[in-house]
Structures are given as structure tokens and as C-alpha cells.
């Protein structure tokens, strides 16, 4: 292992060494600091040791693909600012629930999960400013591991002599981005009605709607997650670039936190409101977040079902809530945060607590399968990657993953935005139609923003007189 200084950004340090190609690989950044700490993780298919594992359409179950690339025994000594030290990187897409025996009425994509087995990697520390170059193996592959390491410091010292990029964002002055979403306003108040109608004959307690938008894009994934991070920057964001799809994400929420010492974490978010545009604006919506009984009501509902979830995977009497309903504030909005911790219980292992957990419960409403069960009906399309989880799992026990949420899902010229939010028998539809745009605003303008290098120049296409695109939605996005 050894360790550079930085200069730029995480995403600077990415793309001079994914030049001069498209990148391809898998960039874990913390783009705002998150609990004292700013530490990103970086990548690369073509790094000894590492490659793609793909789940979906027929090929081996997630679980068990993933399981077989994490046996190697590897010691967290305390030399690198996180517990990652080689393992398994990247995405559990939503109905790939179906992996763990939970029903899912859709028919397998060819891309429900999909991950890198890491064993070189990088790791910045922004606080420090430092890049940790990392190859774990065995002797008979160590010349290759140095080789490479070699050539990573290299082309990390060679941008040390260059100036921080700007990101190359489209020309200004272009037509609105037109985004295309699958239902116009209408229909979805009416399915929020049909979820509070289940709700009412006791059929959930709460149902995390969400629905879809799509645009036609000439601006290459890279440079939509580099927009996406100057307008939203988020403590879980993430890029992953594969040959056949592309994910750029912005999430605030973290799925599930394991410890090396066997310590869980899980932090759901239930509960939004807008960022003011005057100080005073601002705390008051944050005032009004805080104290909303419908906002609090979804909390608790989702914070239940994670205790539960945790709960059996957890040692007994360890499951505590120790921060209920609390606030966090981000670029665009104010969230309303939970946090529940326990500890794992013995013979236990990462991938047996995920699998208990997911998909995350802020996802999907309470109780969790009839829930999934009732949303696939109203919903009517995939969620894909959306609503899944991210992050990493560790050969040294911990792991760290996010919910996939103000996300944008790239495959050839289209992207696609998945958005929603929690019903209640409180709920105004029109109030939740709101809201689920507000939630989809961030990803709307850094589309705009790579597209034509202004984040307002987009036009959602129920709003300019054309026609949703509905059931003409390009499938396996």
C-alpha cells in the first residue's frame, strides 16, 4: 500500500485515471462530509484481481455469486481511514428481492444486480488529502499487483502537476431537455388514492409509491454524474460505468452500516420538505418538517419495520433507536432521519444481514412483502436498479450500503429517473405528486446540466402538451 497526496476533486483523480476511454468502473464518493468523515472509494475492471459480476436473467443468484468472492481472510489493521479492504463492490437492483425468495411478478432483467470483485482499489481521504493505493493477492501475482501500483502513482503524481478540470458540460443556449414521465399528474394522485384505499381496508399500514421519467440524452454518463454532484452533492454518491449500463446516483440515505466489529446501523429517511430561499424560509420549512405528525407518522412506521428486520438478524435486547425523527439538510432538501442500530449476532455474516434487510423498508412500506406485493400491481413497471442498494461489502466482515434514490439509470441514448414517496391514509395526492417531483428536481437538473450545460433547461413533457410516454417506456433501463 501506498499513499498520495491530493489535489482536485475525488472525480478528477477518477477520470485521469480512467483516461482517455469513456470511465468505466466504480466510484464511491462521498461528496459532502457525513459524520466527521470524507472518504471515497475507486474501481477499475482492468486492476489485478478485479472483475464484473453480473446477477439477473439467468445467471447465478446474487447471494451466492457474491458469497464465493468473499472467502478471502483479510485483517483490517486501522492503516486505512474505512473498513473496505478488498471485496465486492456495487448495486442490488430492486427485484432482485427475487435472489432472496421474496415474489416479484416481473420477469428477470439481465442486469438485477451488479457488482465488481475488488481486489486493487483506491481510497481517498479528503481530510487528510491523501490517495491510499491498495492490491491485496498472493505472492504468485505480486509482480503484477506492483506493476500496477506503480503505474497508479504514477498517473496520480502526473495530475498533481496539473490544474483541478472543469467538468465539460453541453453548450448553453440548446432546446429544453424534454423529460418524458410515465404518468402525468392525474394518474398518479389516482394511484395514491388506491394506495390510501389498501391502506384503509387494512391491507398495509404504509406504501412507498414510485413511478418513472425518461429522457433521450447525448451526454455521456460520466459527465451526468459530474453534473449530478455539482447540483446535489450527497454523502452516498456513486457512479458505476459497465459496458452495457450506467448508474450515477446522489443518495442521502444510508441502507445498512456493518461494522468489523459485528455493529449495525441502518438510517432510513421518511419525510421531506423543500430548502427555503431565505434563511427564514429555510427554517421554517425545517421547523414545519419536524413537527408534522404525517412526517413523523411514516418515520415511525418504517423505523418499526427496520427493528423488526434488524431484530433477526440481531443479538437479543440489542436492537435500540437511539436518534428518532431527526433532521438532515442537504443541497435541495430537508429530511426527516431515524437511525437503528443493534449487533450481529455470532455465525452470522454481512450478506446474511443485507438479505434480512432488503429491500431497504423506506422502499417499499409496512408490512414489507404484502407491501411489494400491492405496489407492483399499481406501479406496473420495474423498478430496475432504483430503490435497491449500493455500496460495498468487505472481506473483513463490515460493509456499507445506500439506498439507490436520486439516481439516474443510463443505457445507450436514454436515462431514467425513478421517484416517489410514502402514502398514508393522511396523505394529499396532490401534496405526494409534489413532493415526488421535488424528490426527482436534483436528477431532472443535472440531466439538464450535462445536457446543455444549464440546470433549468429541461421541460417535463406533461407540462408542454405532449404525451406521457407511458407503456412505451424502453425496457430493461
Avoid at 54 to 69: F, K, S, V
Avoid at 380 to 405: D, F, K
Avoid at 412 to 441: F, H, N, Q, V
Amino acid at each position: 500500500m501506498e499513499t498520495v497526496p491530493i489535489t482536485g476533486s475525488v472525480a478528477d483523480i477518477f477520470q485521469a485515471l480512467t483516461a482517455p476511454g469513456p470511465p468505466q468502473g466504480i466510484l464511491l464518493e462521498a461528496a459532502r462530509p457525513y459524520e466527521g468523515r470524507q472518504v471515497s472509494i475507486l474501481a477499475f475492471p482492468d486492476a489485478p484481481g478485479n472483475k464484473w459480476i453480473t446477477g439477473g436473467g439467468g445467471a447465478d443468484p446474487w447471494p451466492e455469486a457474491l458469497r464465493r468472492h468473499l472467502d478471502r481472510e483479510v485483517r483490517h489493521e486501522g492503516a486505512l481511514p474505512t473498513e473496505f479492504l478488498g471485496g465486492v463492490i456495487g448495486v442490488i437492483g430492486y427485484e432482485a428481492r427475487r435472489a432472496l425468495g421474496l415474489p416479484v411478478t416481473f420477469a428477470p432483467a439481465p442486469l438485477e444486480a451488479l457488482f465488481l470483485a475488488v481486489s486493487s482499489f483506491l481510497v481517498v481521504d479528503d481530510q487528510a488529502g491523501e490517495v491510499f493505493v491498495v492490491s491485496i493477492g498472493d505472492e504468485d501475482d505480486a509482480p503484477q499487483r506492483r506493476e500496477w501500483g506503480g503505474r497508479m502513482k504514477a498517473r496520480l503524481l502526473a495530475q498533481l502537476r496539473q490544474r483541478p478540470t472543469d467538468p465539460s458540460h453541453g453548450e448553453g443556449g440548446a432546446r429544453p431537455l424534454i423529460i418524458t414521465p410515465r404518468e402525468d399528474a392525474r394518474t398518479y394522485r389516482e394511484k395514491v388514492k388506491w394506495c390510501q384505499e389498501k391502506i384503509r381496508h387494512g391491507d398495509s399500514y404504509e406504501l412507498c409509491l414510485t413511478t418513472s421519467f425518461i429522457a433521450e440524452m447525448s451526454a455521456p454518463p460520466w459527465e451526468v454524474y459530474r453534473a449530478l454532484r455539482s447540483v446535489n452533492p450527497a454523502p452516498f454518491a456513486a457512479y458505476i460505468g459497465h459496458p452495457e449500463i450506467a448508474l450515477t446516483s446522489a443518495s442521502p440515505e444510508r441502507f445498512l452500516k456493518l461494522s468489523v466489529d459485528g455493529a449495525i446501523e441502518a438510517k432510513p429517511i421518511k419525510g421531506t420538505r423543500p430548502r427555503g430561499a431565505t434563511v427564514a424560509a429555510d427554517a421554517q420549512l425545517k421547523s414545519a418538517l419536524g413537527a408534522s405528525v404525517k412526517d413523523r407518522a411514516e418515520n415511525l412506521m418504517i423505523v418499526d419495520l427496520l427493528r423488526h428486520d434488524i431484530g433477526g438478524v440481531a443479538v437479543p435486547g440489542t436492537v435500540t433507536v437511539p436518534v428518532f425523527a431527526g433532521i438532515e439538510s442537504y443541497q435541495t432538501v430537508h429530511q426527516l432521519v431515524s437511525t437503528i442500530v443493534g449487533q450481529r449476532q455470532d455465525g452470522l455474516d454481512a450478506l446474511d444481514v443485507i438479505s434480512a434487510c432488503f429491500p431497504g423498508g423506506s422502499m417499499t412500506g409496512a408490512p414489507k412483502i404484502r407491501s411489494m406485493t400491492l405496489l407492483e400491481q399499481i406501479e406496473g413497471e420495474p423498478r430496475g436498479l432504483y430503490s435497491g442498494a449500493l455500496g460495498w461489502i468487505s472481506h473483513t466482515g463490515a460493509a456499507e450500503m445506500s439506498i439507490v434514490i436520486r439516481a439516474i439509470c443510463q443505457r445507450g441514448r436514454y436515462a431514467r429517473i425513478g421517484a416517489g414517496g410514502a402514502i398514508t391514509t393522511l396523505s394529499d395526492p396532490m401534496a405526494e405528486y409534489r413532493e415526488m417531483k421535488l424528490k426527482a428536481a436534483a436528477s431532472f437538473a443535472g440531466l439538464a446540466l450535462a445536457e446543455s450545460g444549464d440546470p433549468t433547461a429541461y421541460r417535463l413533457a406533461e407540462e408542454g402538451g405532449l404525451v406521457p410516454m407511458g407503456n412505451a417506456v424502453p425496457e430493461n433501463i
